[in-house]
Structure formats: structure tokens, C-alpha cells
């Protein structure tokens, strides 16, 4: 972690001296995939992403960062009654309310209660950390109808600037386009490891009645409590992922669904997490943006007695990626060669057509003549994405030049963000137009063998809760494979559904147990398995701090590779005279390796290299 963001990012009395609008700086507009220059950091984001060290209590908070793009959420209405977005209204109105801003709270906190503090949601309990949040309002607020790529690339952006100092995010964003800007995010954060919630209303959130408060209120309880580390798309008490999402109705409050996958969340008296459902990181990257997308994608949905005319034009140049819209599981009719044709030669002259079903729910398959005959003309299956889903992914994939067409078709067909359920043999569904005899069949990915083991333990627990047994068993199962240094018997657990991430009652999963006894290997295996490099214990403490203070070089690089970083909130300076003091040059050596700046005044106003000289 970079340690003196708040320096990169602007002093404090550069930041202080801010008038209160001046995020009309931001810029919608930019889309070359270039990394990001501090120096062109709107002044309003900067201040949003410089909370002090030592501001966070590191055991009883969690830093929310709040991008704010406009929607009905926090409309106003006109004069004629009419919902527009009202600038500077939002986090002003929202310090006033008491479940929103815990007033005492903060003065307590931080001496003030107003104006550049955090806002600080009121105590949820029992082991829940307190969300402390920013508000980063854009401007122009936008009506979603009116959002576009370049927002998606901006968003992107500023969750990449500000990704170190929060622990968790939340987009508040109009309900229009929620589906497509959470689709499109899901695919451009590569590597993402901490959650990211986009949520929004129905009714704004000023009004006596509305959905607001209770769509932005749980996104902020989860953001800073709960490790899901995807776009996810928060709606009337679930949390679903993000990329399976679509607006269905346009005056309930239940706006939003998933059709083809279970919520990931749902809200309750409790807060039910499907730990198994998550799509966790499992390659040894760090956390990165894609900025760039290509706009020559479209969908083209079929209708009886559609001209071959339509679809050439839309097929012709320029496009390159088109969503084919057909019916049923997966059916285009038949008695068409004129389309066949159409198809074909667009297919042969690589433009990526991907097929998925004009049905709410369900996906493709060939199981009919008339599904499998677009595959002999290279048409992709899409099996049981969104057009949402489907749109963006093409737009994302098309704007990797470094792949060929051959790979782009590959990752067309494959999960990559959990956004489709795919058979297991997909690769020769992918290649470009080809002669097939026989139809394929596609497998869905049958459930895991956990589900029957699972309903077992509720009935050997005499009533006891299956998450309780679950909690209690699953860490100390883990614990031991690790301690035994046994991937073998870590491989069985996870086959058999245990939840390589679960925590004990410290906190802890079994990735600090692995850091604590020095076994690089599993650390290793625990990574490429998904389990968080975010993750903190009771303490506070990661696993990156917890090799840093062991002093374990190798297991500190590995960490860092994975896009660990020291808990923002930590004040070192104790650590590091102790270390300093001890002669441990390890153990710096991993501090130092982490970011730490040893001539840095920390937050106690200390430096290690004070101390020690
Ligand atoms: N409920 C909403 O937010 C709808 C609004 N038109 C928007 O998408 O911005």
C-alpha cells in the first residue's frame, strides 16, 4: 500500500481550503486506457479519499467510500413536479438524519461533527463495525437514462484512486441503467477484492415513504462488514451479483432481479450471506482497471418475419460485437438460410455474435434443430447471461486488442466474473464457423456435494441452525489441514463446499493461521482459492501486517503480489520502534517492502528511524 496517499492526493490544507462544490471539476469524457496521474485527480475526490490514519478505529470501523452519479435516489421535485437530481443536497441533508449520521458519535470521534468528518452510521452491535462514510458527488448528477460508457470508465477510475484507503464501496446510481453499469464494472475491476455495491430507489430518498433508505442503509452495513468481492447490485433486502442483474419493473420497489442465480445476500431480522455463491479472485494479481471499451456492440433481437435487410445493416460495418436476441432456448427459425447467411458472413468476417434467449429466465441450448444451426454458422452460446451482461462483456472483450479473435470467442463463451453458467467442455463451441453434425449438449454444473453433507448436520444438531454448525465446524476443519500442512486434505474440505474463507470467533480464517506458522505453500494455495488478502481479525490485523510483524519475506512478497496492503487505518509507529529497537531487519525489510516510509511522521507523530537513531 502506498502510505502517503494523503500526500499524493493533495495536503490537508489544500483540501480544507476547498469550497464546497467543487466537484464540478470531474471531468466525464476520458477513455484511453492509461494509468491514473495523481495530478488530474479532481481536488473533491481527493478529499473524499483522505481520511486521516489515526481517524479510524481499526477494530470497531470500516471505511465506506460513497460515489454518488445521480438518479432518483436523490431527486428533488420541481416546481411542476417533476424529478430532477439537485446538486449539493444529498450528504447535507444526510447529516441531519439520525439514522444516517450518528452525531454524538462523531463529535466524540473527531472533535467536530460536520462539515470535512466522515459520516458515521449509528452502532449496529454485536461484533458489526460502524460504517464511516464519504460522499463523492459527480457533476454533473446524472438521470441514468442519460449515463454513458465514459461514465462507466469514469466510475472505474475513481474506485481505482481511491481503492487502498476504504474498505468497502458504494455507487449510488437511477435505476435505468443500474443493471448495465453493474454489468459493465463487474468485467473492467479485474482482480477485485473488496466489495462494491451499486444500489439506488424507486421514491427518493427525502420523501416520507421511500426505498432509499433501505437500499443505500444495508449497502453501507454490508460494504463495511461483509467480504463479497464483486460488483453487486443491492435491491429491496437482497444483494445479488451485479452482472446477473435487470431491471423488471419500473414502479415496484422490487425493481430488480436475478433470474438465472440466487442472491448472494439476503436481509432479514439476519443478515444470510451465501458464502458458496461468491465469486472470489483466484489468480495471484492485483486489483486493476480496464478504461477502455469499444462502442461497436449492439443487440439485434429477432421477431418473426425480420427482414434480411435489418439484420445486414445492423450486422455491416462498423460493428464488431452484436447480442443476438432469439427465442425459446436458443431459436432462430429454421426455414431461414437468408438470415444463416447473413449470420455466417458476418461471423467469417469476426464479428462476435453471441446468442441468448429473448425469455426472462433460462438459457440457451441446443437442443433443437433450429438453436444448433447457429453454431455451424459461429454464432457463440451466451447460455444464461442477461443482454446486460452480454453487452458490456462484448464491449469489454472487444477492447482487448491483445487478444485474437480466436481468445476473444474463447472468453466470450467462458465465466470469467460468474455472469453465466457454462458446461464444462465449452472450447469447441468457440472456435470460429465450422460443420457440426450433432448437436452439444450442455451441461449445467450440477450442485455441490456439500448440499447433501449439508443436510445432514442440521439433523445431527437436533435443530441447531446449519450456519451456526457450519460457523463453529468449518474454521477448526480448515485450521487443522493448514497446521497439518496438508493442501490434500484443504483440497477435500473445499470439494466438499467447506468455505476455505470461514472465520473463527477472532476473526481469523485459516489464510492468518497459514501466515502465522510460515507455510508459503498453502498461503499460496488459500490465494488461488479465493480466500481475501483483506480480510481482518478482531485486531484489526491482516495477513500482510501479521507477515510483516513475523518478518516473512517470501509470504509478505506473495501477499503484496495479490494486491495486499497494510490496513490503512493502522498507526505503525509502536510496531516499528519495537522492531526497530529489536534489530529485527526482517521484519522491516517487509514493512519497507509494504510501502512503509520509515522517515514518515505517523499519525502518533513518531518515526521509526527517529527511535531508533
Ligand atoms: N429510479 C430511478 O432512478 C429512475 C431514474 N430515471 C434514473 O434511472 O436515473
Given at each position: 500500500?502506498?502510505?502517503?496517499?494523503?500526500?499524493?492526493?493533495?495536503?490537508?490544507?489544500?483540501?480544507?481550503?476547498?469550497?464546497s462544490d467543487e466537484c464540478t471539476e470531474i471531468v466525464h469524457g476520458p477513455t484511453e486506457n492509461n494509468p491514473i496521474d495523481p495530478a488530474h485527480v479532481p481536488k473533491a475526490l481527493r478529499r473524499s479519499c483522505s481520511l486521516e490514519c489515526c481517524q479510524t478505529d481499526i477494530k470497531t470501523e470500516s471505511r465506506v467510500l460513497v460515489l454518488y452519479t445521480g438518479g432518483t435516489i436523490g431527486m428533488v421535485r420541481n416546481d411542476n413536479g417533476v424529478l430532477v437530481p439537485k446538486p449539493n443536497v444529498l450528504e447535507h441533508r444526510l447529516r441531519k438524519s439520525a439514522i444516517f449520521h450518528d452525531v454524538a458519535y462523531a463529535k466524540s470521534r473527531f472533535g467536530h461533527a460536520s462539515g470535512k468528518s466522515p459520516l458515521v452510521l449509528p452502532n449496529l452491535g454485536d461484533r458489526m463495525r460502524r460504517a464511516l462514510f464519504m460522499i463523492y458527488e459527480y457533476s454533473p448528477l446524472l438521470d441514468s437514462s442519460n449515463m454513458t460508457m465514459d461514465d462507466w470508465i469514469q466510475i472505474s477510475k475513481d474506485l481505482k484512486i481511491c481503492y487502498e484507503n476504504f474498505d468497502g464501496f458504494v455507487i449510488l446510481h437511477g435505476t435505468d441503467t443500474l443493471a448495465y453499469t453493474a454489468s459493465a464494472l463487474s468485467f473492467m475491476l479485474e482482480n477485485l477484492g473488496k466489495t462494491v455495491i451499486v444500489t439506488g430507489s424507486q421514491i427518493p430518498i427525502f420523501e416520507t415513504r421511500s426505498d432509499g433508505r433501505d437500499n443505500f442503509l444495508s449497502a453501507l452495513v454490508?460494504?463495511?462488514?461483509?467480504?463479497?468481492?464483486?460488483?453487486?447490485?443491492?435491491?429491496?433486502?437482497?444483494?445479488?451479483?451485479?452482472?446477473?442483474?435487470?431491471?423488471?419493473?419500473?414502479?415496484?420497489?422490487?425493481?430488480?432481479?436475478?433470474?438465472?442465480?440466487?442472491?448472494?445476500?439476503?436481509?432479514?431480522?439476519?443478515?444470510?450471506?451465501?458464502?458458496?455463491?461468491?465469486?472470489?479472485?483466484?489468480?495471484?494479481?492485483?486489483?486493476?482497471?480496464?478504461?477502455?471499451?469499444?462502442?461497436?456492440?449492439?443487440?439485434?433481437?429477432?421477431?418473426?418475419?425480420i427482414t434480411t435487410q435489418t439484420v445486414k445493416s445492423f450486422l455491416a460495418e462498423p460493428m464488431h460485437g452484436v447480442v443476438l436476441q432469439t427465442y425459446g432456448a436458443g431459436n432462430i427459425p429454421s426455414s431461414r438460410p437468408d438470415l444463416m447467411e447473413a449470420l455466417r458472413e458476418a461471423t467469417e468476417r469476426g464479428v462476435i455474435i453471441i446468442n441468448i434467449t429473448q425469455c426472462a429466465k433460462g438459457a440457451v441450448a441446443a437442443l433443437y434443430e433450429t438453436g444448433s444451426a447457429l453454431l455451424d454458422v459461429g454464432v457463440l452460446p451466451g447460455y444464461d447471461m442477461t443482454p446486460e451482461a452480454a453487452l458490456t462483456k462484448l464491449s469489454y472483450v472487444l477492447a482487448h486488442p491483445d487478444w485474437d479473435i480466436e481468445t476473444q470467442r474463447k472468453i466470450m463463451a467462458r465465466n470469467i466474473r460468474g455472469e453465466l453458467t457454462a458446461p464444462r467442455n465449452i472450447l469447441d463451441l468457440t472456435r470460429l464457423p465450422r460443420n457440426r453434425s450433432s448437436s452439444v449438449r450442455l451441461d449445467i454444473d450440477s450442485k455441490s456435494p456439500l448440499e447433501s453433507l449439508a443436510a445432514l448436520l442440521p439433523l445431527l444438531a437436533n435443530g441447531t441452525s446449519l450456519s451456526y454448525i457450519q460457523a463453529v465446524l468449518y474454521p477448526s476443519f480448515l485450521y487443522d489441514a493448514v497446521r497439518a500442512g496438508s493442501i490434500a486434505r484443504l483440497e477435500d474440505l473445499k470439494k466438499c463446499g467447506v468455505d476455505l474463507g470461514a472465520k473463527d470467533a477472532n476473526s481469523r480464517d485459516a489464510l492468518f493461521v497459514a501466515t502465522e506458522i510460515g507455510n508459503h505453500e498453502i498461503v499460496e494455495y488459500l490465494l488461488l482459492n479465493g480466500v481475501s488478502v483483506h480480510s481482518r481479525d478482531i485486531n484489526g490485523d491482516n495477513p500482510l501486517m501479521l507477515a510483516c510483524k513475523k518478518g516473512d519475506v517470501k509470504i509478505a512478497d506473495l501477499l503484496l503480489k495479490t494486491g495486499a496492503h497494510l490496513p490503512h487505518q493502522s498507526c505503525l509507529s509502536d510496531v516499528l520502534i519495537k522492531k526497530a529497537e529489536a534489530g529485527d531487519l526482517r521484519s522491516l525489510e517487509c514493512f519497507k517492502m509494504a510501502g512503509v516510509q520509515f522517515n514518515q511522521p505517523e499519525c502518533c507523530g513518531h518515526t521509526a528511524l527517529q527511535s531508533f537513531l
Open positions: 500500500m502506498d502510505r502517503n496517499i494523503k500526500f499524493e492526493l493533495g495536503s490537508e490544507e489544500e483540501l480544507n481550503s476547498e469550497e454490508i460494504a463495511a462488514n461483509y467480504s463479497v468481492p464483486e460488483v453487486c447490485v443491492f435491491f429491496n433486502n437482497r444483494l445479488h451479483r451485479g452482472n446477473r442483474t435487470t431491471k423488471v419493473n419500473t414502479s415496484s420497489l422490487d425493481a430488480f432481479n436475478s433470474p438465472n442465480f440466487a442472491p448472494l445476500v439476503n436481509i432479514g431480522i439476519n443478515i444470510e450471506v451465501n458464502q458458496n455463491l461468491i465469486f472470489r479472485p483466484t489468480e495471484l494479481e492485483k486489483f486493476h482497471v480496464h478504461t477502455t471499451l469499444n462502442r461497436n456492440v449492439g443487440i439485434l433481437r429477432i421477431f418473426p418475419s
